[in-house]
T-cell receptor, first 113, second 116 residues
Framework: GQQVMQIPQYQHVQEGEDFTTYCNSSTTLSNIQWYKQRPGGHPVFLIQLVKSGEVKKQKRLTFQFGEAKKNSSLHITATQTTDVGTYFCAGVEYGGSQGNLIFGKGTKLSVKP | ETGVTQTPRHLVMGMTNKKSLKCEQHLGHNAMYWYKQSAKKPLELMFVYNFKEQTENNSVPSRFSPECPNSSHLFLHLHTLQPEDSALYLC???????????????FGPGTRLTVT
């Protein structure tokens, strides 16, 4: 079945450094979503990418969807302590039901002040 | 964020107990989901309901039994659970489900379940 791999599993950065997490799917995706889960919290939707090669920005966060629609990345510029949490990508297999959202294991980001 | 509420927030139960988790969404959504989140695995989709009809059941053991009486409420009935079922159970909702482009999911705070 479809698998979504996410790397790295953990990332420790100094405040002000950049951070990137990568997401790779074993199959072509119709769309990909990103979520953030703060420690002790629940996943919160960040963004959805649908088009091949799409790039979207939210302040210091930049999201990309690969040309083949099998990979995606999230880049945070100049991390802040408020960025701490686990970032998950989640994809829907092309032709599949949106109800079957497959999540990656997430990248846990810690930021040292 | 109070769009999706879950009760109880914490639950400790023995392997012979029967309990239920409740989820309620106040967002006017038509799709609701149950997920299991455990420490060493990705977020696992368990069940999906769209307009009260179950559309996904990802090979979940029968000791977990979902119920969706209406688009705003979702239950997960638990019986004869195993210690490995201890996890955070998250409920989510979305506008609906569809092929192709999808809708963002809104998660509740979760129920932290411990099976002893």
């Amino acid at each position: 079945g479809q698998q979504v791999m996410q790397i790295p599993q953990y990332q420790h950065v100094q405040e002000g450094e950049d951070f990137t997490t990568y997401c790779n799917s074993s199959t072509t995706l119709s769309n990909i979503q990103w979520y953030k889960q703060r420690p002790g919290g629940h996943p919160v939707f960040l963004i959805q990418l649908v088009k091949s090669g799409e790039v979207k920005k939210q302040k210091r966060l930049t999201f990309q969807f690969g040309e083949a629609k099998k990979n995606s990345s999230l880049h945070i510029t100049a991390t802040q302590t408020t960025d701490v949490g686990t970032y998950f990508c989640a994809g829907v297999e092309y032709g599949g039901s949106q109800g079957n959202l497959i999540f990656g294991k997430g990248t846990k980001l810690s930021v040292k002040p | 964020e109070t769009g999706v509420t879950q009760t109880p927030r914490h639950l400790v139960m023995g392997m012979t107990n029967k309990k239920s988790l409740k989820c309620e969404q106040h967002l006017g959504h038509n799709a609701m989901y149950w997920y299991k989140q455990s420490a060493k695995k990705p977020l696992e989709l368990m069940f999906v309901y769209n307009f009260k009809e179950q559309t996904e059941n990802n090979s979940v053991p029968s000791r977990f039994s979902p119920e969706c009486p209406n688009s705003s409420h979702l239950f997960l009935h638990l019986h004869t659970l195993q210690p490995e079922d201890s996890a955070l159970y998250l409920c989510a909702s979305s506008h609906t489900i569809s092929t192709g482009g999808g809708y963002e999911q809104y998660f509740g705070p979760g129920t932290r379940l411990t099976v002893t």
